[in-house]
C-alpha cells in the first residue's frame, strides 16, 4: 500500500512539471495566440410599451442586431405613426413607446328622400354603413328600393326611394285634408317702402294696341286675343296668375300686355308678387320679398290646385284620388312649416308636389301618341356620347310614357349622321358600341323600348344663327326683295334651283334608305313669313315689302310659268295681278318640292309614315309662308301633321285645334305640338293643355322640347305620371289597341267608375272575357257599348262611348 501512494504521488509531480506552459503561456508564441477561447456575446433587452406605460413585449437581442416590433396597441380615437426609437442595430438597452396622432375622422351626410320629401338624415364615418329608415306607404306604389349604395360611404349622399306604380286610378270618398295656415300676416309682413318694379303708362280699359299694357277689371273690360301676356291680380293685390289669358278675379284685375309691353310685363311680375294700382298716375307698383313672396306664391298654387282637384272629381275624371290626396297634403304639411321657418329645398319639394298632382290630373287614354322633340346631344345633362349614354336617355323617355321622338337629325343644313351629302355635326366624334353611328343607335335602342323615331328634318334650313358656307358657295341661297339672305339669322334654300332640289332628294333618299325609321317630318317646310299678300294696289313705299324669292333662279322659273316684260322688283311693287300670280307660283313650287320628297322616301321604304310640322292656321299658312299643308294632305303627300299650338292660353289651344281638326277630316294622323312655357306660362299649363287635348279630341300630342324638360328635373319627374304600360299608339296592330282598350277600361271601371255609378254590366263583362279565347272583336266592342249604355251617369257615359267608337273604327281600319 505505501509502495502505490509513492507511485502516484511520483506521477503527479511529473504531470506538474511537464504542463507549466498551460498556465503560463509564452506571449510571443503565435501558436499560443491560435490557442486562446473568445469572450461570451453581448446582448441587450429591448422592452416595448403601451401609451399607458405597460410593457407590451419584451427581447432579447445580440449586439448590432435588430428587434422585431410587436402589433402597435389601438388606441381609440388616435392612429399610431411610430415607434419613439430605433430598434435596429441594437447596441445597447432600449424602452420603447408608441406614437400617437389624434385620429381625424371624415364624416358624411346621408339624407333619404321620398318623392321629394327628407325622411331620414344621419352623419356617418368614412367606410361605415349609413342606416335605411322605415320607408312610409304610398297610395298606389310599392317600394322596390334605394337609388344609391349607401354601405361604405366615402362623400355626401341623397339618396332616393324608388317605387313601383302598382295602379294608376283609385277613388276615395272623400278628400281628408291638412288644414292650411293664414298667410295674411306673410302678405302684411311685405315692406312698401320700395317697389321691386314700377310700370308705367299703362292705359285703362282701351283697346290692347300694339305695345299697349292695359288695365282691365270687370268695369273697364274688353276681349284680347292670345297674341300677349297678362298677369290676374285678386283683391288683396296677390298675382294668382300668369299666361297668355287669364280672367278676372272677382273684385280684382288683370294687366294685360302686347309686343314689348307683353315682354316687360312676362319678366317683371310672377305668381305671388304684390301689385298695387293707381288710377291717378295709371301705374302699378310690384312688391315682394325673397322669404314672403315665395310661400304667397305657394299658397295660390295650393288653392288652384285644390279647385282643379274639385274640377276633376266633379266631371268624373278617373284618375288616382288616393295619390293625389296624399301628395296635397304633403305639400299642405311642408307649406305649414316654410311659414315657420323658410327653407329653400323644401319650398322646392312642395313645388314638386304639386306640379305631381297636375299631370296626376290628366286622364289619359288607351291608344295615344305621347311625343317629344328631341334635340340630340344637347338636352340637359343627358349627353348621349355612347350607346349606354343613349340607353340611359331613351330609358327616361319610356318612364314618362313617350312612344314617339322627333329626333333633329338635319340641322343648320348638317346633320347628325354619317351623310355622303351632309356634314356631320355633334356625334362625330364618338363611338357607339354595335352601331355605325348615333342614329343608328338611337333608333335600335328606342325601338326595344316600343318607341317609334321620326327624322325631325329642319328641311328647307341652310343655316340657323349664321351662314353656313356649304350653300352660300354654291349660290343655294334664297334671297328677299332687298338681295339679302339674312331672314332674321335664318338662311333658307333656294327651291326653284334644280341643283337644290336634286341635292334635297338625294339627303331624304339616304336618310329613307339608310336607317330603319318609322317617320320623317318635314320642319321649316316653307317660306320665310312675308307680307306680300297683304297690299292691294300699288306699293308705294317697297322698304314696307317682307318677300322671298328674288334670286335669279327663282325669278327666270316664274317668267317660264307666267311670261312678263320689264324690271321684276317694279312690277311687284305696281302690278298686284302679277303679284297675286307670283305668290301662287311659290306656293305650287313649294307643293312640287313635297311630292318630289315625298316621292323618293316612299320608294326607298314604302312604309314609312310622311308628316310636317305646321302652322296651323290655315289661311296664315298659305298667305304668310305659301305653306298650303292642307293640299298635300288632300293629295295624299302628308300621312300626319304636328301642328304647333304654341300659345300659354288652353282655350286658344282647343280653339285652333277645333278649326283644324275639322279641316283635315279624319284624312291625316294629328299630333298637336304644345310649348305654353314658350308664352311664360307655368309648368303645370303643359299638363293642363295635354288633358284638354286628348279628352277632347282623338289626337296626340307633342311636347317642345327636349330642352324644355331634360333642363328641368321638375318637368321630367312629373311627366312620368302620365306613363301607363298599356298604352299603344293608332299604327299598332288590332289586337294591341284592343287589350290597351280593354285594360284601360278594366283599371278605370274597378279603380274609379264602380264608386260613383252602376257600371255592374260592365263588371260583368270583365268577369267572363278570357285572355286565352279568341276574340271576336266586333262582337265584344259591340257588348262593352251596350253595357256602357245602362250606365246612368251621362258624363261617364258619354265618355267611354267616345272612346268605344274610336277604338271600333280603328280595329275595323285594320282588317
Known amino acids: 500500500m505505501?509502495?502505490?501512494?509513492?507511485?502516484?504521488?511520483?506521477?503527479?509531480?511529473?504531470?506538474?512539471?511537464?504542463?507549466?506552459?498551460?498556465?503560463?503561456?509564452?506571449?510571443?508564441?503565435?501558436?499560443?495566440?491560435?490557442d486562446e477561447e473568445p469572450n461570451e456575446e453581448n446582448t441587450y433587452m429591448v422592452r416595448f410599451y403601451d401609451s399607458?406605460?405597460?410593457?407590451?413585449?419584451?427581447v432579447t437581442v445580440k449586439e448590432n442586431e435588430s428587434a422585431t416590433a410587436p402589433t402597435p396597441p389601438t388606441k381609440e380615437g388616435y392612429i399610431f405613426v411610430r415607434w419613439d426609437k430605433d430598434y435596429t442595430n441594437v447596441t445597447q438597452d432600449l424602452d420603447i413607446y408608441p406614437i400617437y396622432e389624434k385620429e381625424i375622422i371624415n364624416e358624411y351626410t346621408v339624407k333619404f328622400y321620398v318623392f321629394g320629401k327628407l325622411i331620414s338624415e344621419q352623419k356617418v364615418k368614412e367606410n361605415d354603413t349609413a342606416i335605411a329608415p322605415e320607408v312610409p306607404i304610398i297610395p298606389s306604389h310599392s317600394f322596390i328600393g334605394w337609388d344609391k349604395d349607401f354601405t361604405s360611404v366615402k362623400q355626401n349622399l341623397s339618396i332616393y326611394a324608388i317605387y313601383n306604380k302598382t295602379r294608376f286610378v283609385s277613388y276615395i270618398s272623400e278628400f281628408a285634408l291638412e288644414k292650411m295656415e293664414s298667410i295674411v300676416d306673410k302678405i302684411n309682413s311685405i315692406s312698401r317702402d320700395r317697389a321691386a318694379v314700377t310700370l308705367t303708362n299703362i292705359f285703362i280699359g282701351g283697346p290692347r294696341n300694339t305695345n299697349y299694357l292695359d288695365y282691365y277689371d270687370y268695369t273697364y273690360y274688353r276681349t284680347r286675343n292670345q297674341y300677349g301676356f297678362e298677369v290676374a291680380v285678386n283683391e288683396?293685390?296677390?298675382?294668382?296668375?300668369?299666361?297668355?289669358?287669364?280672367?278676372?278675379?272677382?273684385?280684382?284685375?288683370?294687366?294685360?300686355?302686347?309686343?314689348?309691353?307683353?315682354?316687360?310685363?312676362?319678366?317683371?311680375?310672377?305668381?305671388?308678387?304684390?301689385?298695387?294700382?293707381?288710377?291717378?298716375?295709371?301705374?302699378?307698383?310690384?312688391?315682394?320679398?325673397?322669404?314672403?313672396?315665395?310661400?304667397?306664391?305657394?299658397?295660390?298654387?295650393?288653392?288652384?290646385?285644390?279647385?282643379?282637384?274639385d274640377f276633376a272629381s266633379t266631371n268624373y275624371k278617373a284618375v288616382d284620388y288616393e295619390l293625389i290626396n296624399y301628395k296635397l297634403n304633403e305639400a299642405i304639411k311642408f307649406y305649414n312649416q316654410l311659414l315657420d321657418k323658410y327653407d329653400y329645398q323644401t319650398y322646392q319639394s312642395c313645388d314638386q308636389l304639386l306640379l305631381d298632382i297636375e299631370y296626376l290630373l290628366v286622364e289619359t287614354r288607351p291608344i295615344q301618341t305621347n311625343a317629344i322633340w328631341h334635340y340630340p346631344?344637347?338636352?340637359?345633362?343627358?349627353?348621349?356620347?355612347?350607346?349606354?349614354?343613349?340607353?340611359?336617355?331613351?330609358?327616361?323617355?319610356?318612364?314618362?310614357?313617350?312612344?314617339?321622338?322627333?329626333?333633329?337629325?338635319?340641322?343648320?343644313?348638317?346633320?347628325?349622321?354619317?351623310?355622303?351629302?351632309?356634314?356631320?355635326?355633334?356625334?362625330?366624334n364618338y363611338n357607339y358600341e354595335g352601331y355605325k353611328d348615333y342614329l343608328?343607335?338611337?333608333?335600335?335602342?328606342?325601338?326595344?323600348?316600343?318607341?317609334?323615331?321620326?327624322?325631325?328634318?329642319?328641311?328647307?334650313?341652310?343655316?340657323?344663327?349664321?351662314?353656313?358656307?356649304?350653300?352660300?358657295?354654291?349660290?343655294?341661297?334664297?334671297?328677299?326683295?332687298?338681295?339679302?339672305?339674312?331672314?332674321?339669322d335664318m338662311?333658307?334654300?333656294?327651291?326653284?334651283?334644280?341643283?337644290?332640289?336634286?341635292?334635297?332628294?338625294?339627303?331624304?333618299?339616304?336618310?329613307?334608305?339608310?336607317?330603319?325609321?318609322?317617320?320623317?317630318?318635314?320642319?321649316?317646310?316653307?317660306?320665310?313669313?312675308?307680307?306680300?299678300?297683304?297690299?292691294?294696289?300699288?306699293?308705294?313705299e317697297s322698304q314696307t315689302i317682307n318677300d322671298s324669292g328674288y334670286t335669279e333662279s327663282f325669278i327666270s322659273a316664274f317668267r317660264e310659268y307666267y311670261p312678263f316684260t320689264g324690271d321684276f322688283k317694279t312690277l311687284i311693287r305696281t302690278d298686284e295681278t302679277l303679284r297675286n300670280i307670283w305668290l301662287n307660283f311659290k306656293t305650287i313650287l313649294l307643293t312640287n318640292v313635297v311630292n318630289e320628297l315625298t316621292t323618293i322616301i316612299r320608294n326607298a321604304k314604302p312604309d314609312i309614315k310622311i308628316t310636317a310640322a305646321i302652322m296651323p292656321n290655315i289661311t296664315s299658312a298659305r298667305n304668310v309662308y305659301r305653306q298650303d299643308w292642307l293640299t298635300w294632305i288632300e293629295l295624299g303627300y302628308l300621312d300626319g301633321i304636328e301642328p304647333m299650338i304654341y300659345t300659354g292660353a288652353t282655350s286658344d289651344v282647343i280653339s285652333q285645334l277645333t278649326n283644324l281638326y275639322n279641316l283635315v277630316n279624319e284624312q291625316a294622323e294629328i299630333v298637336v305640338g304644345l310649348f305654353p312655357e314658350g308664352s311664360g306660362a307655368t309648368p303645370g299649363v303643359n299638363a293642363e293643355q295635354i288633358d284638354k287635348v286628348i279628352e277632347l279630341f282623338p289626337v296626340g300630342w307633342s311636347k317642345f322640347s327636349s330642352?324644355?324638360?331634360?333642363?328641368?328635373?321638375?318637368?321630367?319627374?312629373?311627366?312620368?305620371?302620365?306613363?301607363?304600360?298599356?298604352?299603344?299608339?293608332?299604327?299598332?296592330?288590332?289586337?294591341?289597341?284592343?287589350?290597351?282598350?280593354?285594360?284601360?277600361l278594366y283599371e278605370k271601371t274597378i279603380g274609379y267608375y264602380q264608386y260613383v255609378t252602376d257600371a255592374s254590366k260592365i263588371?260583368?263583362?270583365?268577369?267572363?272575357?278570357?285572355?286565352?279565347?279568341?276574340?271576336?272583336?266586333?262582337?265584344?266592342?259591340?257588348?262593352?257599348?251596350?253595357?256602357?249604355?245602362?250606365?246612368?251617369?251621362?258624363?261617364?257615359?258619354?265618355?267611354?262611348?267616345?272612346?268605344?267608337q274610336y277604338v271600333q273604327t280603328l280595329i275595323n281600319q285594320k282588317w
Open 236 to 309: 288683396q293685390g296677390i298675382v294668382i296668375d300668369a299666361n297668355t289669358l287669364v280672367d278676372i278675379p272677382q273684385n280684382g284685375f288683370i294687366l294685360s300686355g302686347h309686343g314689348t309691353r307683353a315682354t316687360e310685363l312676362r319678366n317683371s311680375v310672377k305668381i305671388g308678387d304684390l301689385v298695387v294700382f293707381d288710377f291717378v298716375s295709371q301705374t302699378a307698383k310690384v312688391y315682394r320679398d325673397n322669404t314672403n313672396t315665395p310661400l304667397i306664391s305657394l299658397n295660390v298654387k295650393i288653392n288652384y290646385i285644390k279647385n282643379k282637384i
Open 2 to 34: 505505501k509502495k502505490v501512494s509513492i507511485l502516484l504521488i511520483l506521477i503527479l509531480s511529473i504531470f506538474v512539471l511537464t504542463s507549466c506552459d498551460f498556465f503560463f503561456p509564452n506571449q510571443d508564441d503565435p501558436q499560443d495566440e491560435q
Open 763 to 804: 263588371i260583368q263583362i270583365f268577369n267572363s272575357f278570357s285572355f286565352d279565347d279568341p276574340v271576336d272583336y266586333d262582337t265584344i266592342l259591340m257588348e262593352i257599348s251596350q253595357a256602357i249604355e245602362e250606365i246612368p251617369n251621362d258624363i261617364i257615359k258619354v265618355r267611354l262611348q267616345q272612346t268605344n
Open 440 to 488: 343608328e343607335c338611337f333608333i335600335e335602342e328606342a325601338h326595344k323600348r316600343n318607341i317609334e323615331v321620326y327624322a325631325w328634318t329642319n328641311t328647307l334650313i341652310a343655316g340657323d344663327g349664321m351662314n353656313n358656307k356649304f350653300y352660300s358657295d354654291r349660290g343655294w341661297l334664297l334671297t328677299n326683295y332687298y338681295g339679302s339672305s339674312n331672314f332674321d
Open 707 to 744: 330642352k324644355t324638360i331634360l333642363n328641368h328635373a321638375f318637368y321630367k319627374e312629373s311627366y312620368k305620371y302620365l306613363y301607363r304600360p298599356y298604352i299603344v299608339q293608332s299604327s299598332a296592330p288590332k289586337e294591341e289597341i284592343f287589350y290597351a282598350y280593354f285594360l284601360d
Open 377 to 428: 346631344l344637347r338636352s340637359g345633362t343627358f349627353f348621349e356620347n355612347s350607346t349606354k349614354e343613349v340607353q340611359r336617355l331613351l330609358d327616361e323617355y319610356q318612364k314618362m310614357g313617350i312612344n314617339r321622338i322627333y329626333l333633329n337629325t338635319n340641322f343648320n343644313g348638317s346633320s347628325i349622321y354619317k351623310s355622303q351629302y351632309l356634314n356631320q355635326l355633334i356625334a362625330n
Open 52 to 58: 399607458e406605460g405597460n410593457v407590451i413585449y419584451s
Open 491 to 540: 338662311y333658307f334654300v333656294d327651291i326653284s334651283n334644280s341643283q337644290v332640289r336634286d341635292f334635297l332628294k338625294n339627303v331624304f333618299n339616304e336618310l329613307a334608305s339608310e336607317y330603319n325609321l318609322d317617320g320623317i317630318e318635314f320642319d321649316f317646310i316653307r317660306y320665310p313669313s312675308g307680307n306680300l299678300y297683304s297690299f292691294s294696289g300699288v306699293i308705294s
